[in-house]
């Protein structure tokens, strides 16, 4: 047999080149270069920057009226409540407090329920309020069409302020749905202070455990976009009901659906 013809070698890359390569593929501090013994200032700038819009998304504020306002917009009705935590800074030290809905608030969630629905969905300001503030509307957007044409009932949308996940699970019980949602922003990375969690639970209670819940993560234009999320809770939320369970037994599966038919209604082009 004729001998194999020799491929021609590839043109060599600089270090420059190829670490470029590498860095656009991952949002990762990699290829920094130096200054000396040091890094170079660009780099020490940028990360003092994410450093600060990090901290600036734990402690700002949920702007619970524009959030209600753009909530309203798509039709859905809110109930607002808080926590027992009540203020950010007890919030950040005593995680337990935002776990529990305030009782007077609890007890008018109750006061409001009427029949048993399907879904409760609680948006949370959690750690980041900004990730709130950018996500939560888009994918509600996304989301409620779907709620609708799958025939579930959907209680109020319930909006809290300085809340942890575990709140969902008394709102859930109080609200008499069959599965809660908990839209809450999660604790911001270096490179991601933007980021929304989705975290869902069927036959909420207190005393739910975290084995217990199914946890959509990264919500966020340069992540997980809001549209795909609603495609994957919705996706999640009908394998619950079937199967009758969420946790750890639950995998996500939806990718299997992504680019056919099925996912259409849900997916908008990149």
């Known amino acids: 047999m004729p001998p194999e013809e020799a491929k021609p070698p590839e043109e060599a890359l600089t270090a420059e080149e190829a670490w470029g390569r590498l860095k656009a593929l991952t949002p990762a501090r990699i290829g920094l270069g130096r200054a000396g013994s040091g890094l170079p200032t660009r780099e020490v700038l940028a990360f003092a920057l994410a450093h600060a819009q990090a901290r600036d998304a734990v402690h700002a504020p949920l702007d619970a009226a524009a959030l209600r306002a ?11 409540i808080a926590s027992r935590a009540p203020d950010r800074a007890t919030y950040l ?3 337990d407090l935002g776990r529990q809905p305030d009782p ?9 329920a009427g029949d048993p629905v399907d879904l409760a969905i609680v948006v949370a300001d959690g750690l980041s309020a900004r990730a709130v503030h950018e996500g939560a509307v888009p994918l509600l957007a996304a989301l409620a069409p779907a709620i609708a044409g799958s025939g579930w009932s959907l209680a109020p949308i319930v909006l809290a302020e300085q809340a942890r996940v575990a709140l969902g699970d008394a709102v859930g019980a109080a609200l008499r749905a069959r599965a809660v949602a908990v839209l809450i922003g999660e604790r911001p990375g270096l490179s991601s202070p933007d980021s929304l969690g989705i975290y869902l639970t069927l036959d909420p209670r207190p005393g739910r455990t975290d084995a217990e819940r199914n946890c959509l993560s990264n919500v966020r234009a340069a992540g997980l976009r809001p549209d795909l999320a609603a495609f994957k809770l919705h996706w999640l939320l009908g394998e619950a009901f079937r199967r009758g369970l969420t946790g750890v037994a639950l995998k996500d599966e939806s990718d299997r659906l992504l680019g056919s038919d099925a996912a259409a209604p849900l997916t908008a082009p990149p």
């Open 104 to 112: 007077e608030d609890l007890a008018r969630l109750a006061a409001a």
């Open 70 to 80: 753009g909530i309203e917009g798509l039709g859905l009705p809110v109930l607002a």
């Open 93 to 95: 030290r005593r995680p």
